[in-house]
């Protein structure tokens, strides 16, 4: 069965076995969400993703990097997506994401696209994390029924980008730091570090280990000898720095657990990934492996972190709002417009019922 009917059919028959019933991961998040009021909503993100994988098999990496980088600000609320303008201080242009961030034009393409079948139903929150776990999907990686509900900030904050977002520098210690403050485990990190399993990164975020790591002059021990070479070659030493090299040599678009037998290879790109396998004693080393050794375990855990990740933080119910245009909060209504409002807004609520077909 191709991966679209297996969704479409897993949502329609769970729904029948599980409806009214309350889902115990997060209580006001549920894979239905939308069951009623926009019923189209998978089919329309798939099949975009489907036909933009095609042309950019990159853009499947770039949206599950774009909803972390949500996620770790201020929770999962498109707060990343928000425009600079004379209120909002963009986290677009905080330091891990400038000239960093893809997929903002795609995810302004789903939304036209659902806005036009459910008029002001779907979050631009909730259509970041389902492209996220659809880009899974389309890239080997595993799916799962992806927990919808989610409301759109009314703010950014680029301080907080800063702050939260780990860097490819980061020590053992400060990573575990980053995700517990986020209520994210070390099984966690190790989990959605597979993620750098696609994707690129740019040669000045990694260049010091290739020709001086930690200041001394050599390169970082901990990278193989004869991967230094391919990478010394891809970053030239006094070159601009942002050429673009694969995360994964071995299968560069692919969801797999390459990235984890990279690690055990000494072949991870960035030091915040060699960490995760070589620092002395740590307790991440069996972890990973145990993902070298054993896809099925990595995507089970993989699922169950980018469920988890995906629960941060999140605006329900009556909070924030659903955003018209992803890029910018809405305008105020005029205090004329605001009776209507009133009246219709119950009305938009009903997508918080689950019942079944
Ligand atoms: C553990 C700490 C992490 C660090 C230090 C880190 C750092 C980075 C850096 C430096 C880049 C390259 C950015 C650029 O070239 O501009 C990158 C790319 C990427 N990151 Fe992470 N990251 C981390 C965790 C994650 C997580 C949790 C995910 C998702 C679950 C993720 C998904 C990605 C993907 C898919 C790319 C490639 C994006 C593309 O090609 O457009 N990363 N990351
Ligand atoms: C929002 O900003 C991005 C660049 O960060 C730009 O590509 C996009 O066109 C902007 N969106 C709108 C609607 O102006
Ligand atoms: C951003 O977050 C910081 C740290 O939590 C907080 O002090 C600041 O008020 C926030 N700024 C905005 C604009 O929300
Ligand atoms: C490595 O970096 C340090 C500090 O920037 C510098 O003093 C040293 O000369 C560099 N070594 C080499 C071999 O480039």
Redesign the pocket.
Same mark, same amino acid.
């Given at each position: 069965m191709n991966p679209l009917r297996l969704i479409a059919t897993a949502l329609c028959c769970v729904a029948i076995v599980f409806g009214g019933l309350t889902f115990p991961s997060n209580a006001q998040l549920n894979p239905f969400f939308y069951s009623q009021t926009c019923p189209q909503l998978h089919y329309i993100v798939y099949q975009i993703l489907f036909k933009v994988a095609k042309t950019d098999p990159r853009m499947p990496a770039s949206l599950i990097r774009l909803h972390f980088h949500d996620c770790f600000v201020q929770g999962c609320d498109a707060s990343v997506l928000l425009n600079k303008t004379d209120t909002i201080?963009t986290e677009q242009e905080a330091f891990p994401n400038i000239n960093s961030l893809r997929g903002l034009d795609i995810i302004n393409q789903i939304k036209t696209a659902v806005e036009s079948a459910c008029p002001n139903k779907v979050s631009c929150a909730d259509i970041l994390t389902l492209s996220a776990g659809i880009s899974s999907v389309l890239t080997g990686g595993p799916g799962w029924l992806v927990p919808l509900g989610r409301r759109d900030s009314l +703010?950014a904050?680029q +301080?907080?980008a800063n702050q939260n977002l780990p860097g490819p520098s980061f020590s053992l210690t400060e990573l575990k730091s980053a995700f517990a403050d986020q209520g994210l485990t070390t099984l966690d990190l190790v989990s959605l570090s597979g993620a750098h399993t696609f994707g690129r990164s740019r040669c000045f975020l990694f260049s010091d280990r290739l020709y001086n790591f930690s200041n001394t002059g050599k390169p970082d021990p901990t990278l193989d000898p004869a991967y230094l070479l391919v990478l010394q070659n891809q970053c030239p030493q006094n070159g601009p720095g942002d050429n673009r090299v694969n995360f994964d040599p071995t299968t560069p678009d692919i969801l797999d657990k390459n990235y984890y037998s990279n690690l055990q290879d000494k072949k991870g790109l960035l030091q915040s990934d060699q960490e995760l396998f070589s620092t002395p004693g740590a307790d991440t080393t069996a972890i990973v492996d145990s993902f070298a050794n054993n896809q099925k375990a990595f995507f089970k855990n993989f699922r169950k972190s980018m469920i988890k990740m995906g629960n941060i933080g999140v605006l329900t119910g009556k909070q924030g709002e659903i955003r018209k245009q992803c890029n910018f909060v809405n305008t105020k209504k005029k205090s004329s417009e605001l009776d209507i409002a009133a009246v219709t807004s119950t009305e938009s609520f009903e997508g918080g019922v689950v019942s079944s077909i």
């Open positions: 201080v +703010t904050n +301080t907080l």
